[in-house]
């Protein structure tokens, strides 16, 4: 079984997304031609979303709509159109289900505004309340995992105890009864077989590494069995054990660059399973009844799954054949006859099919956005580009329709261009439908992501360039994509724009302050303007990996740390800035703190800075709201209108119905300045 053993340190959860008239000169909207795309159709609620197989493959659940909010649905397997909702949520949408084992409840998670303490559920198939398993205040949920053949109970993880720490629990499904199956005194995670035993748990180190401990009965063993330091740490660890116990697998980058699966036996012998020059391998296919890996995906350029033997080989040949589209298999069911296939065109809305494996044949269930079919989409392009110290940077490039009129992938003609940076930093962008991408190409910019030095997936070697690089060579690479992008022919150095969300909110501040003459503007999302005090606010329940975070950024309980958080800040260089910035903050994020958004307004308004500074007193990391997204993408695009000619959807009443608060500089957009703002 797989089960979560690290935490994802600055990842962005953000979820970043009729006449319209044209904000740019004539000369923009003759080069693109292609209808405006309404926001709503882009960063509304989906028609549907989230499908999953029960195990016993009688139903299918999925997330849709319900009085406008998203909410759990389920449907008989042969009956999807006799869909029914199983919760009522009115304001949160539920983002995240999964199924209970023995296919009586959809489970699913959920906050409170965005602050992070998600709350687990459950809620009957045959109907009834939703039941909060664990009602707790400011305490997060971990679902640590479940078995194959034990199917009444799910292990769990609580930090009600130690905020800093989650304990490992036995959650009984039909009683909701807790039982504590270990206390947890330092472990980052756990990792349990078949039968519900924590066999395994790693516990962080001091130098950003970790050390994994045999369990046995609930006490660690006192010498570990697999040991790395602060290189391997995001490129090494567990993921999953067989059915039967005796195999672990892991993703081991030890002795190599990437991460490579690995099998280890009772004796404690490791296995090649596979390996890939290019990426980290760590996302496999696990057989439903045995656990045994049958397939892994490689995501250099693009995702690709590769059978290990001949398990599945016959269907992903078959599953690729259809030519529908990058395809991603999402569920399966216990007796592994059926498989929920999600496909994406990228230049046509995502479905997701029923894949019959006896029969070898497929059933649409669902399009996410029928409201797109039709619609003028763009391909993204995948493209490698170079850093001016040789590193390899895997990017994606999006043009507006008309702009690459013979489809090979290069601008005919220089176009104004926004570079989006990614969260995290320890993430990546990637390939496939991008609604950002898409509605910024419809409003006339080529949009530029570029897996900068840090980002994840590339190897440890690649990971590391990025430590101690905040606002210096990470910055560089962007930079260096800029370069590129103007060689190419995309854009022009006077017309290019940088966006983006938590450390892509940051990049854009950095942007903006370090390097105030290569953007035309800036859009920050939830990005931190000073990095001593982001550190100083994190949520206790990132303790484990703290000490990776500084050995990656600088160490603030050092004054050589200090000094080097200080001196990557845009926070102290924000009187340098001269170009047009919008941010977009929520007032619940427990990542960034809403201190990291004021203080850099504040620093700005002192100084008769314009700046346009948009909050939501109800959303957290990113807006999970569509009411709000779409408010807040709406400031967007006609705040980048007038400063790189693109078009825009006017603002209209896209703030209505929206919490959004213009706590300054309304009258820097236009359309913004009548619509009702919070003096702060």
Same mark, same amino acid.
């Given at each position: 079984?797989?089960?979560?053993?690290?935490?994802?340190?600055?990842?962005?959860?953000?979820?970043?997304?009729?006449?319209?008239?044209?904000?740019?000169?004539?000369?923009?909207?003759?080069?693109?031609?292609?209808?405006?795309?309404?926001?709503?159709?882009?960063?509304?609620?989906?028609?549907?979303?989230?499908?999953?197989?029960?195990?016993?493959?009688?139903?299918?659940?999925?997330?849709?709509?319900?009085?406008?909010?998203?909410?759990?649905?389920?449907?008989?397997?042969?009956?999807?159109?006799?869909?029914?909702?199983?919760?009522?949520?009115?304001?949160?949408?539920?983002? %995240?289900?999964?199924?209970?084992?023995?296919?009586?409840?959809?489970?699913?998670?959920?906050?409170?505004?965005?602050?992070?303490?998600?709350?687990?559920?459950?809620?009957?198939?045959?109907?009834?309340?939703?039941?909060?398993?664990?009602?707790?205040?400011?305490?997060?949920?971990?679902?640590?995992?479940?078995?194959?053949?034990?199917?009444?109970?799910?292990?769990?993880?609580?930090?009600?105890?130690?905020?800093?720490?989650?304990?490992?629990?036995?959650?009984?499904?039909?009683?909701?009864?807790?039982?504590?199956?270990?206390?947890?005194?330092?472990?980052?995670?756990?990792?349990?077989?078949?039968?519900?035993?924590?066999?395994?748990?790693?516990?962080?180190?001091?130098?950003?590494?970790?050390?994994?401990?045999?369990?046995?009965?609930?006490?660690?063993?006192?010498?570990?069995?697999?040991?790395?330091?602060?290189?391997?740490?995001?490129?090494?660890?567990?993921?999953?054990?067989?059915?039967?116990?005796?195999?672990?697998?892991?993703?081991?980058?030890?002795?190599?660059?990437?991460?490579?699966?690995?099998?280890?036996?009772?004796?404690?012998?490791?296995?090649?399973?596979?390996?890939?020059?290019?990426?980290? $391998?760590?996302?496999?296919?696990?057989?439903?009844?045995?656990?045994?890996?049958?397939?892994?995906?490689?995501?250099?350029?693009?995702?690709?799954?590769?059978?290990?033997?001949?398990?599945?080989?016959?269907?992903?040949?078959?599953?690729?054949?259809?030519?529908?589209?990058?395809?991603?298999?999402?569920?399966?069911?216990?007796?592994?006859?059926?498989?929920?296939?999600?496909?994406?065109?990228?230049?046509?809305?995502?479905?997701?099919?029923?894949?019959?494996?006896?029969?070898?044949?497929?059933?649409?269930?669902?399009?996410?956005?029928?409201?797109?079919?039709?619609?003028?989409?763009?391909?993204?392009?995948?493209?490698?580009?170079?850093?001016?110290?040789?590193?390899?940077?895997?990017?994606?490039?999006?043009?507006?329709?008309?702009?690459?009129?013979?489809?090979?992938?290069?601008?005919?003609?220089?176009?104004?261009?926004?570079?989006?940076?990614?969260?995290?930093?320890?993430?990546?962008?990637?390939?496939?439908?991008?609604?950002?991408?898409?509605?910024?190409?419809?409003?006339?910019?080529?949009?530029?992501?570029?897996?900068?030095?840090?980002?994840?997936?590339?190897?440890?070697?690649? $990971?590391?360039?990025?430590?101690?690089?905040?606002?210096?060579?990470?910055?560089?690479?962007?930079?260096?994509?800029?370069?590129?992008?103007?060689?190419?022919?995309?854009?022009?150095?006077?017309?290019?724009?940088?966006?983006?969300?938590?450390?892509?909110?940051?990049?854009?501040?950095?942007?903006?302050?370090?390097?105030?003459?290569?953007?035309?503007?800036?859009?920050?999302?939830?990005?931190?303007?000073?990095?001593?005090?982001?550190?100083?606010?994190?949520?206790?329940?990132?303790?484990?990996?703290?000490?990776?975070?500084?050995?990656?950024?600088?160490?603030?309980?050092?004054?050589?740390?200090?000094?080097?958080?200080?001196?990557?800040?845009?926070?102290?260089?924000?009187?340098?800035?001269?170009?047009?910035?919008?941010?977009? %903050?929520?007032?619940?994020?427990?990542?960034?703190?809403?201190?990291?958004?004021?203080?850099?307004?504040?620093?700005?308004?002192?100084?008769?800075?314009?700046?346009?500074?948009?909050?939501?007193?109800?959303?957290?990391?990113?807006?999970?709201?569509?009411?709000?997204?779409?408010?807040?993408?709406?400031?967007?695009?006609?705040?980048?209108?007038?400063?790189?000619?693109?078009?825009?959807?006017?603002?209209?009443?896209?703030? %209505?119905?929206?919490?959004?608060?213009?706590?300054?500089?309304?009258?820097?957009?236009?359309? $913004?300045?009548?619509?009702?703002?919070?003096?702060?």
């Amino acid at each position: 079984m797989r089960i979560a053993t690290k935490l994802l340190l600055g990842a962005t959860g953000i979820a970043l997304a009729a006449a319209a008239v044209a904000a740019g000169p004539s000369a923009t909207r003759t080069q693109v031609a292609a209808p405006l795309i309404e926001r709503t159709k882009l960063f509304g609620n989906p028609e549907k979303t989230g499908g999953q197989l029960s195990p016993d493959g009688r139903w299918i659940s999925f997330i849709a709509p319900r009085d406008g909010v998203l909410n759990v649905w389920v449907a008989p397997a042969d009956n999807p159109a006799a869909a029914k909702p199983l919760t009522a949520e009115k304001t949160r949408p539920i983002r %995240q289900t999964f199924w209970a084992p023995d296919s009586s409840q959809v489970l699913f998670v959920n906050d409170k505004g965005g602050d992070e303490n998600f709350r687990l559920y459950g809620v009957p198939v045959v109907g009834g309340e939703a039941r909060d398993y664990t009602p707790f205040e400011k305490v997060r949920v971990i679902p640590y995992g479940q078995s194959r053949t034990i199917k009444d109970r799910v292990l769990i993880g609580l930090n009600n105890r130690d905020p800093r720490w989650h304990d490992v629990h036995s959650l009984d499904l039909k009683t909701g009864k807790l039982t504590l199956v270990m206390q947890n005194d330092g472990y980052a995670g756990f990792m349990a077989d078949d039968q519900l035993n924590i066999r395994i748990g790693s516990r962080p180190r001091a130098d950003g590494g970790d050390d994994w401990f045999r369990i046995v009965d609930g006490k660690a063993e006192a010498t570990p069995i697999l040991s790395y330091g602060l290189d391997d740490s995001a490129t090494t660890g567990a993921i999953g054990f067989t059915t039967d116990g005796k195999t672990i697998y892991w993703a081991d980058s030890r002795d190599r660059n990437t991460g490579a699966l690995m099998a280890q036996d009772t004796s404690g012998k490791m296995t090649l399973i596979a390996e890939d020059p290019r990426v980290d $391998l760590a996302d496999a296919l696990f057989n439903p009844k045995t656990g045994v890996i049958e397939a892994y995906r490689a995501d250099y350029l693009k995702n690709e799954y590769v059978p290990v033997g001949d398990a599945v080989k016959a269907d992903l040949a078959f599953l690729k054949a259809q030519n529908k589209g990058e395809f991603t298999i999402t569920s399966r069911t216990d007796a592994d006859d059926k498989w929920l296939v999600a496909f994406d065109p990228v230049s046509a809305p995502a479905s997701t099919w029923v894949y019959d494996r006896n029969a070898k044949t497929l059933k649409q269930l669902y399009v996410s956005r029928p409201a797109l079919v039709g619609a003028p989409l763009v391909p993204m392009i995948p493209t490698v580009i170079k850093s001016r110290d040789g590193l390899d940077l895997v990017s994606y490039l999006t043009l507006p329709k008309g702009v690459d009129a013979n489809g090979d992938g290069k601008a005919d003609k220089p176009v104004p261009m926004v570079l989006f940076v990614h969260g995290g930093p320890w993430g990546r962008d990637g390939y496939g439908y991008n609604s950002y991408h898409q509605w910024l190409a419809n409003r006339g910019y080529a949009v530029l992501s570029v897996n900068f030095r840090a980002s994840t997936g590339f190897g440890k070697k690649f $990971l590391a360039a990025g430590n101690m690089e905040w606002g210096k060579k990470m910055h560089d690479d962007l930079l260096d994509a800029v370069d590129w992008a103007v060689r190419e022919g995309v854009t022009t150095k006077d017309k290019v724009a940088i966006m983006g969300g938590s450390y892509g909110g940051y990049a854009t501040l950095a942007g903006l302050a370090f390097t105030p003459d290569t953007f035309a503007c800036g859009v920050d999302i939830v990005g931190p303007s000073n990095l001593n005090t982001l550190l100083a606010s994190i949520p206790a329940y990132w303790e484990a990996g703290k000490q990776q975070m500084y050995r990656r950024m600088g160490d603030p309980t050092t004054p050589e740390g200090q000094a080097i958080l200080k001196e990557r800040s845009p926070l102290f260089a924000a009187d340098k800035i001269k170009k047009p910035l919008l941010i977009g %903050q929520g007032a619940n994020d427990p990542r960034v703190n809403v201190r990291e958004s004021d203080q850099i307004v504040d620093a700005m308004k002192a100084k008769n800075i314009p700046v346009t500074y948009v909050v939501f007193p109800d959303e957290g990391h990113g807006f999970a709201r569509p009411v709000n997204n779409i408010a807040f993408n709406a400031v967007t695009e006609n705040f980048l209108a007038p400063c790189l000619g693109g078009r825009a959807e006017p603002i209209g009443d896209a703030l %209505q119905g929206s919490t959004a608060e213009i706590r300054h500089g309304a009258n820097h957009v236009k359309g $913004l300045g009548s619509t009702r703002s919070a003096a702060r």
